[in-house]
C-alpha cells in the first residue's frame, strides 16, 4: 500500500521560512517523479513544484520561483519544499504527490497523494 505522509506545516508570519517533508512508501520512490501542490480556501488545487526521479530536473509555478526550493533524498524516500520569504498568498493545505516516471504539472497525471498539511502565513 503506498503512503505518502506530508509534515512541516505550521503558522509562521511573512517573510519566514519552513520546510515541508513527504514521506512515501510502498513503492520504488526512486522510479517516481515528485510533486508538491497547494490548495488555498476556496480554490482549486494549483501545481508548486516537480521534481524528477533523480532530482535532476526541477520546475515551478511562477508564483513561488525563487523562493521555494523542491529537493529530494532516494536513500530516505522523502522529498522535500524549503518556503523562503513566505507570503500570506503562500497559506493553503500542502499535498505532495507520486507519479511514475515523469514529471508533471496537472494534477490529474499523479498516481499517489498525501493528505497534506497546513501552512499559514500571517501578514
Known amino acids: 500500500q503506498v503512503q505518502l505522509v506530508e509534515s512541516g506545516g505550521g503558522l509562521v508570519q511573512a517573510g519566514d521560512s519552513l520546510r515541508l517533508s513527504c514521506a512515501a512508501s510502498?513503492?520504488?520512490?526512486?522510479?517516481?517523479?515528485m510533486g508538491w501542490f497547494r490548495q488555498a480556501p476556496g480554490k482549486e488545487r494549483e501545481f508548486v513544484a516537480t521534481?524528477?526521479?533523480?532530482?535532476?530536473?526541477?520546475y515551478y509555478a511562477d508564483s513561488v520561483k525563487g523562493r521555494f526550493t523542491i529537493s529530494r533524498d532516494n536513500g530516505k524516500n522523502t522529498v522535500y519544499l524549503q518556503m523562503n520569504n513566505l507570503k500570506p498568498e503562500d497559506t493553503a493545505v500542502y499535498y505532495c504527490?507520486?507519479?511514475?516516471?515523469?514529471?508533471?504539472?496537472?494534477?490529474?497525471?499523479?498516481?499517489?497523494w498525501g493528505q497534506g498539511t497546513q501552512v499559514t502565513v500571517s501578514s
Open positions: 504527490a507520486a507519479r511514475r516516471v515523469a514529471v508533471a504539472v496537472r494534477e490529474n497525471d499523479y498516481d499517489y
Open positions: 510502498g513503492l520504488t520512490f526512486s522510479s517516481y517523479a
Open positions: 521534481i524528477t526521479w533523480s532530482g535532476g530536473r526541477t
